[in-house]
């Protein structure tokens, strides 16, 4: 859930081991914090927006620099210092109960606004919400507003109670871009949008989500060369934030590809914060955003069992590539509306549910194991509904444990790391014939 990075993102800490995308993730981010840091000296806009429905190439199409506040705050759980940042905004009087992503980044503007590579963040000169989901971003968009004199456009993308995108759902979000973000964007950027220039961008982000599928699919080979939830979430940092639709975009996922191609002839497992995980003894598809606080200790906890996961609802949050969608650069305007509209945190619960089921048998998974995050609404409804359903029509047995994103109060390493152990004794369990699904 990288850059400004997933979502979520990459992240400043990393596994043990770097391979050469790594390293070349890293620079881009550095080199855009750099950017960032100077903007207004370059005379360069800025715009704060969000990971899902983000529209990166109509950003970087009009010469303006991102920065993703949700990516902030995951990156300051990883460096540990949400929980002080956290603290600042419940002094100023946010609720225990708001998204910890809001109340990180409230902090953390109200702290100096110093991003993850230590430079300090430019504010912004506009306010682009992509609403697809998530009632938390018209929320935390409010409180922005209160924090910087700046406009904001608002592209509202109908939700998919069904599953269902329509064709008038679609013009709706066309007319939106043609006739109120994009004037909006023009003026604040003071130039035009030069169409062959966004379609120029969007080509670029179909050869990356190429690319990309084929990481995740990569998967479905035994051992997995990569972990698709702990590692998912370094790969989908470039795509999903800051660089979609950039030639370094595209470099990166070409050469990440090579890498993991390498590593399945090789009969490789991929790097964990304890090692190369080649003996994978049982394969999981996960549900819910990771927790960043103690991020590898969570992973540790399912690699030192030899547990791989090899999907992922999280880092689909960005996009669903593997379903099919690429950006077309050929309908600029419709393919952006697509996007909004296909975005993970936009689906229904039955939608959600027939997706990690699809998971689940195309990457011959073992079991799934759901992270309930306390303050995410958007993820959180209706686990325990999910846990069931999925546990009905897989057969395959379900992990529940409950953390938060960015909040180190609400993560208890000793319990979680029984209730994982206790999970992955139960997946030994049903291959000992002792489990049945309820």
């Known amino acids: 859930m990288s850059t400004t990075t997933t979502a979520a993102a990459a992240t400043t800490a990393t596994p043990s081991l770097k391979d050469a995308s790594q390293a070349r993730q890293k620079r881009m981010i550095a080199d855009h914090f750099t950017d960032l840091s100077t903007a207004k000296e370059q005379g360069k806009k800025v715009v704060y927006t969000f990971v899902p429905g983000n529209l990166t190439e109509l950003i970087s199409a009009l010469g303006m620099l991102p920065v993703l506040p949700e990516i902030n705050a995951l990156q300051s759980g990883m460096r540990k210092k949400s929980g002080g940042y956290i603290a600042e905004a419940e002094k100023a009087g946010h609720s225990e109960d708001v998204c910890t992503y809001v109340k990180c980044d409230i902090g953390m503007k109200r702290s100096g606004n110093i991003g993850p590579t230590g430079l ?70 003071g130039r035009k949008l030069d169409m062959d220039v966004l379609a120029e961008h969007l080509g670029r982000s179909a050869q990356a989500e190429d690319d990309l599928c084929a990481v995740w699919e990569s998967a479905k080979h035994r051992p997995s060369p990569i972990d698709g939830y702990f590692g998912g979430v370094y790969y989908i940092g470039p795509i999903f934030t800051s660089f979609r639709g950039g030639e370094d975009c595209v470099a990166y996922y070409r050469e990440l590809r090579a890498e993991v191609e390498e590593r399945i002839a090789l009969g490789m497992g991929p790097q964990t914060p304890i090692g190369q995980l080649d003996d994978q003894k049982y394969r999981l598809v996960v549900e819910g955003p990771p927790n960043w606080t103690n991020f590898n200790d969570f992973w540790t906890m399912f690699a030192q069992e030899g547990a791989v996961i090899v999907s992922s609802s999280y880092t689909r949050v960005g996009g669903l590539y593997d379903l099919g969608f690429r950006h077309d650069p050929s309908d600029p305007l419709g393919t952006l509306a697509d996007y909004c509209l296909g975005c993970y945190t936009n689906l229904g619960l039955p939608s959600r549910i027939d997706l990690l089921e699809k998971y689940i048998k195309d990457y011959e998974a073992d079991g799934f194991f759901i992270n309930s995050v306390k303050s995410c609404n958007s993820f959180s409804a209706g686990q325990l509904l999910i846990l069931r359903e999925l546990e009905e029509r897989t057969g395959v047995p379900g992990g529940f444990v409950e953390s938060d994103l960015v909040d180190p109060r609400y993560f208890s390493k000793s319990n979680i790391d029984n209730r994982v152990q206790s999970y992955l004794q139960m997946l030994e369990a049903k291959r000992q014939g002792g489990f049945v699904a309820a």
Request: aromatic letters at 12%; a negative charge; proline letters at 11%.
């Open 120 to 189: 300090p963040l430019p504010d912004p000169d506009l306010l682009l919400l992509s609403y697809t989901g998530c009632f938390t971003f018209l929320k935390w968009f409010e409180l922005l507003k209160q924090e910087y004199n700046c406009p904001i456009a608002m592209l509202h993308v109908p939700y998919q109670p069904d599953g269902v995108v329509t064709p008038a759902m679609r013009q709706y979000v066309v007319d939106q871009l043609e006739n109120k973000v994009i004037p909006l964007m023009e003026e604040v950027a």
